[in-house]
T-cell receptor, first 117, second 116 residues
Framework: DTGVSQDPRHKITKRGQNVTFRCDPI?????LYWYRQTLGQGPEFLTY????????KSRLLSDRFSAERPKGSFSTLEIQRTEQGDSAMYLC???????????????FGAGTRLSVL | AQSVAQPEDQVNVAEGNPLTVKCTYS??????LFWYVQYPNRGLQFLLK??????LVKGSYGFEAEFNKSQTSFHLKKPSALVSDSALYFC??????????????FGQGTTLQVKP
């Protein structure tokens, strides 16, 4: 178990291009979250999956954003027609919906830093 | 709506001295509170959580936090700071709204600077 993995670590793109990020959660974790963090701010919730079902999306997630978790394992976050305001760190976290001391703890990946030129 | 506030952008402390990083919260009902630490170009690392029980919670790397219901605070503490503790610290509260997704609401973060 190597923790939550995110790929790529850095992405530089031109405005208007599409980008896709991948998140591999901890293997037995059924809950997966995406957050966005801008400089000097705390992470802000974007979307949540329980297994393969996307159960909540933030109002921050415009129509240009889409996320999937097709088999309840890895997840992808796609941004279409990127804008300079999309530049941020995109963080993925996973947790286990179960009883015990591990419940409610979200474990984060290292993030993907997006720069839109 | 749930929220947390970290009133200090930066805390400076000398190595070996005790440190406190402040957090206050606003929730309806019982709070689920967390502290995370972020090192440069790294993700957030879990330090500790308060769900219920003892008001003093012990966590990783010698950190602890004190839950104070009357003051709606959850301050992070360490008896003796290390230079390696220098990082960005986030307080968070679990959203317990109708969706019950467990999403976290974070404060804006406090930079801890420990000087030798």
């Amino acid at each position: 178990d190597t923790g939550v993995s995110q790929d790529p670590r850095h992405k530089i793109t031109k405005r208007g291009q599409n980008v896709t990020f991948r998140c591999d959660p901890i293997s037995e974790h059924n809950r997966l979250y995406w957050y966005r963090q801008t400089l000097g701010q705390g992470p802000e919730f974007l979307t949540y999956f329980q297994n393969e079902a996307q159960l909540e999306k933030s109002r921050l997630l415009s129509d240009r954003f889409s996320a999937e978790r097709p088999k309840g394992s890895f997840s992808t976050l796609e941004i279409q027609r990127t804008e300079q305001g999309d530049s941020a760190m995109y963080l993925c976290a996973s947790s286990l919906a179960a009883s015990g001391s591990s419940k409610n703890i979200q474990y984060f990946g290292a993030g993907t830093r997006l720069s839109v030129l | 709506a749930q929220s947390v506030a970290q009133p200090e952008d930066q805390v400076n402390v000398a190595e070996g001295n005790p440190l406190t990083v402040k957090c206050t919260y606003s929730v309806s009902g019982n709070p689920y509170l967390f502290w995370y630490v972020q090192y440069p170009n790294r993700g957030l690392q879990f330090l500790l959580k308060y769900i219920t029980g003892d008001n003093l919670v012990k966590g990783s790397y010698g950190f602890e936090a004190e839950f104070n219901k009357s003051q709606t605070s959850f301050h992070l503490k360490k008896p003796s700071a290390l230079v390696s503790d220098s990082a960005l610290y986030f307080c968070a509260v679990r959203d317990v709204g109708s969706s019950n997704t467990g999403k976290l609401i974070f404060g804006q973060g406090t930079t801890l600077q420990v000087k030798p």
